[in-house]
């Protein structure tokens, strides 16, 4: 069952005409709510065509639905109809979600949160999280520009040479690298920060000038992909290093993030202070706390003459894409765990399986990752 989204601002859609035929090819019945893709820009008759059955909005769920697969999670109304045994896949905010964690207990559902999904070789194809965070960088950069009171290429007229607009990017990780190689096609001179000295080598691949780190006895790490914590001293050290860039800089693009913990704060007060009147911030951490000091979720403001935009979303902004990405994400995901006689979700059956048994936050009425719920057990 594909359900139309209804969190506010959310244009995305879990499944596109294309992964309905994939997903129908597998030999599942395909149901899907009328009007589900149509802030995508998907159209009814097209997933009619595909082989999807289209049911009426608002419609309860079947006894016979087996899987609901979402972007985000589903109202809690819509899990109490859940059968036991049925299975939820999407972005579900695992994160302290007691309340929601505790639902699926009660209702024995197991639950897929592609956020868990652990980032090797055989889950590329799977990792929505890679896919939506590239176009959030793409987009991100998009918005500074728009925002910028400059020109972001170098232009020589007539009237004399208008020098290229400086960016930095505050993170080498998949959003990061994305927002240096759009800055980058834009014409802007690019430098990028970030904790792991590993990441220069991709981001001189890109054009962008990489700024080592400050020297610290203990480094921040990674673990299974995502980053991990650095210390208060390291990002002390790092801010202090940032606070010369951040005065030359004209757009300033942050993307750290740590999953499960607040976002570092890299830019102060006292930093923003220093940067150049109309020079613009773009925060992807914004949802997590926010890089940048000031900057609110989905909101623009203005300080002393710099503009914050609180990046928070950016992928459904570009919903057509962004969706077919992700439908195309959580299709690898549901063929890799079907099999002959349905859904293969118990971990005990392939031990092997780093896949399965790295997202599958509920199942059997067990929650598989309790350290990370306040409340769930």
């Known amino acids: 069952m594909i359900l139309r989204e209804r969190s506010a601002g959310e244009c995305r859609v879990a499944a596109t005409p294309e992964t309905v035929r994939r997903l129908r090819a597998r030999g599942l019945e ?3 709510e009328q009007g589900a893709g149509l802030a995508a820009g998907f159209a009814d008759p097209d997933y009619a065509d595909a082989g999807a059955r289209l049911v009426p909005s608002g419609a309860s769920l079947g006894a016979g639905v087996d899987a609901v697969l979402c972007v985000n999670p589903p109202a809690a109304e819509v899990l109490d109809q859940l059968k036991p045994g049925a299975l939820v896949a999407g972005l579900l905010a695992p994160y302290g979600a007691a309340a929601m964690v505790e639902q699926f207990q009660a209702r024995r559902v197991s639950a897929l949160a ?5 980032r090797i070789s055989r889950a590329q194809s799977m990792d929505v999280l890679s896919s939506q965070a590239n176009i959030a960088g ?3 950069v998009l918005l500074a520009a728009a925002a910028l009171d400059r020109y972001v290429p170098m232009l020589m007229t007539a009237a004399g040479t208008i020098q290229p607009a400086r960016a930095l990017i505050l993170g080498a990780g998949v959003a990061g690298l994305q927002a240096l190689a759009t800055a980058r096609r834009l014409g802007a001179v690019v430098y990028v920060s970030d904790v792991r000295p590993a990441a220069k080598e991709q981001v001189e691949s890109l054009g962008g000038r990489f700024l080592t780190p400050p020297e610290q006895e203990e480094r921040p790490a990674e673990s299974g992909g ?11 050290a790092q801010r202090q290093q940032l606070a010369e860039q951040l005065a030359l800089a004209d757009m300033v693009i942050c ?9 570092p704060r890299l830019i102060s007060e006292e930093m923003l202070a220093g940067m150049r009147p109309g020079s613009v911030v773009v925060d992807l951490a914004v949802a997590q706390g926010g890089n940048c000091a000031g900057t609110a979720c989905g909101q623009t403001v203005e300080r002393d003459g710099v503009t914050l935009i ?3 979303g950016l992928p459904s902004s570009v919903a057509n894409h962004a969706s077919a990405l992700y439908a195309r994400n959580l299709a690898a995901l549901v063929e890799h765990v079907l099999g002959e006689a349905g859904f293969q979700l118990d971990p005990l059956l392939d031990q092997e399986d780093p896949i399965v048994a790295g997202c599958l936050l509920t199942h059997a009425g067990a929650c598989r990752f309790p350290d ?4 769930a057990t």
Do not use: H
């Open 226 to 236: 995502y980053a991990k914590a650095a210390s208060e001293a390291f990002l002390a």
């Open 114 to 118: 592609l956020e868990l999904l652990p």
């Open 30 to 32: 395909v149901q899907l």
């Open 138 to 140: 793409y987009k991100a």
């Open 372 to 375: 990370l719920f306040s409340g």
């Open 255 to 263: 993307t750290a993030q740590v999953p499960g913990r607040p976002a």
């Open 310 to 312: 609180g990046g928070d």
